[in-house]
């Protein structure tokens, strides 16, 4: 009785403790992937990158403006040109300047235009690459989420059976103690008690170790204190409904397939670009100022504030530039852009191949899941009435121990085998929720 309290008493433990601890369901355990996960956050941080990309091409239609000033001191030899004069003699002079200039390129090729198209799909595939990545991302959690689910329902399993064998063989040894049996049959009830033991022992590690993954994989301190609420998920076909053609092009891996073949694209026509002339215009406007300059109706040394009116300046004009021969430079690096351009139409055919596997696999993964739960429940079920049976001839003394034993062992086997295909199931209807983008 006293190995009976205690396997209460550890049961009671193992529930007291799971409910003290912070439970997680599936849907907590997707936002804190969204919020914690590392990953996610440098994927983030790219996007902003990208979008600073994208104001860097809108900036370049913005004429540069830049202004300039000087003053210098000078003695001796110098010719001042200002004064339009050679300075001689130990004589210090000092010069001033000051001058705003603009520049814009009005034409190339239409470069501006191709970069910041570049930019935007550079900025989307960021935000795909993303996507892509959350969706890997939520499949191993999935796994890590299910798989934890499954060894703690084992272990609650385990619980129960080590329960089980502990009382069969508390009746065996009270009937050894009547002489009623022999010690075969309390030595197999022991080695029965030892095996429920190991089983249990095996499926709490299992589940530590599960449970330690998703904490690295959300980004959650390993000594925190966590459990996993059992998932209570509609195991039904509703998952198999409304797929079509759309879903596929839902797909982050297609869309990112098809944001490089756009780039590539781009990339044709940017190499184009040194065939165009181009046109950029210039400005600017200025004034100086001489310690030397002299008026010419006086003779006398022009005041600061005469000279910065007298000596002003302003200069704009428009430059042609046009490509004559660069050794076929370009015409080479359009001919790799082209072959490239093919390579990358080959790519995402293949591509949406490979995904529309993939989901299709995920989809007969289900089936086949499905199928395998109803088998394995009524086999569960009649595997239950047999150990039923079997315990009730067993305690009226028409069975064996050896016989009993082993309608506990195949019922317990069954148990463990459902609660693995129930999970699965699950866990393969969720998937294909991911891949098609609806969580």
Known sequence: MSKNLLLILLFFCFTQSMQAQTKLTLDQCLELLQSQNEDIRQANINILLAEVDVKDAKNAYIPTLSFGAGHSYNLGLAFDQVAGQLITGNKWSNSANASISTRATLFQGFALKNKLKQSLIGLESKEVQKNRLEQSLKLELLSKYFEAAANK???????????????????????????????????????????????????????????????????????????????????????????NQAVFMLDPTIKLAELSLKQSELNLKYAKGPYYPTVSFSGGYGTNYSSERKDYLTGDYMPFFNQLNQNRNLNFGLSLSVPVFDAFKTKNNIHRLKLDLENKQSELHKTKVEREKVLTLAVQEYYKSAKEYQVLQVQNAALEKNYNAMKERYDIGVTTAMEYNKALLDYNVAEANVIKAKYTLMYNGEVIKVLRGEK
């Open 153 to 243: 329902s084992l272990h609650e399993t385990s619980l129960k059976q080590l329960q089980f064998a502990q009382q069969q063989l508390d009746q065996e040894q009270t009937k050894f103690q009547l002489e009623t049996n022999t010690l075969v049959d309390v030595a197999q009830a022991e080695s029965q008690v030892a095996s429920s033991e190991l089983t249990r022992i095996v499926n709490m590690t299992s589940y530590t170790n599960s449970v330690v993954a998703l904490k690295q994989l959300l980004g959650l301190s390993l000594t925190d204190s966590l459990s996993i609420e059992n998932p209570n998920l509609e195991l039904s076909n509703q998952v198999l409904l409304h797929q």
